[in-house]
């Protein structure tokens, strides 16, 4: 599989995406700037790292969906490339309208940087077969997820709620929420296969035991075998 990594002014964890892509993952992997206009090929995977891409001006992400590489990561998403967003990743996505709903300041007006736990909700590329609460880190003051009714119906019913807070056990309890996000929604899914994803914590920075735990790259190597199984037109 070929990864590539967008990198905005600002982005903070994009070393981090790369090195677990390439060296933990084993993806071939590159890197694109928020100036560029077309995707390297081949690519398979897009992925937008966390950080605070234009210092967070405006809103988080609310220019980056006007940088000239947009163009290239809709039409690859549109074609059923997989795109991941993680963290300020996620916010790029929903501002530039590849995910649906916003990432608003969190309900206790705090920046929140600690180990939570989330569990599966949905089967997708980057969930199918897990189970259970992993742990990863969140760094955010913007993570509290907002969907009207409808739009949170909507994701429910087609199975695009991705993962929930929850306790060390698996268990989605409102304490667990670390945010107020709707639904104690940390992740979801949208593209014609679910193959966008944006999730608030960081499975990079919790993917190899030598920092203290690898429940991240269950979510890539959960990717790795969906992409290795036959697509449907």
């Given amino acids: ?12 964890a994009d070393a981090e995406m790369i090195h677990v892509l390439r060296d933990v993952v084993g993806m071939t992997t590159v890197v694109a700037w928020h100036k ?22 405006l809103r988080c992400g609310a220019i980056c969906k006007v940088s000239p590489i947009m163009p290239a990561i809709r039409r ?8 991941l967003g993680v963290c ?10 590849l995910l649906p709903g916003a990432l608003t300041r969190n309900e206790h007006l ?29 760094a955010h003051a913007e993570g509290r997820y907002q969907a009207d009714p409808q739009l949170l119906q909507k994701l ?9 807070y929850c306790d060390a056990a698996g268990k989605v309890i409102p304490s ?14 949208g593209g014609p296969r679910k193959n966008v994803f944006g999730l608030m914590p960081h499975p990079e920075r919790m993917s190899e035991a030598l920092v203290g735990g690898a429940d991240g790259r269950k979510l890539f190597d ?7 199984l036959p697509r449907a037109s």
């Fill in 88 to 97: 300020n990743g996620f916010q790029i996505l929903t501002e530039a309208g």
């Fill in 1 to 12: 599989m070929h990864a590539t990594v967008v990198v905005f002014p600002g982005s903070n």
């Fill in 176 to 189: 667990a929420n670390p945010n107020g996000s709707v639904d104690d929604i940390a992740g979801i899914y």
């Fill in 156 to 164: 429910a019913s087609e199975g695009r709620i991705a993962l929930k």
């Fill in 222 to 228: 959960a990717l790795l075998r969906t992409a290795a």
């Fill in 76 to 83: 690859h998403a549109d074609r059923g490339g997989y795109v």
């Fill in 36 to 57: 560029d206009t077309d995707l390297p090929e081949p690519t398979d995977l897009v992925a937008i790292p966390g950080g605070f891409a234009y210092g967070d001006y």
């Fill in 110 to 138: 705090r920046f929140e940087c600690r180990d939570v736990f989330v569990t599966p909700n949905a089967s997708g590329p980057f969930t199918q077969g897990l189970t259970g609460a992993l742990r990863l880190p969140i």
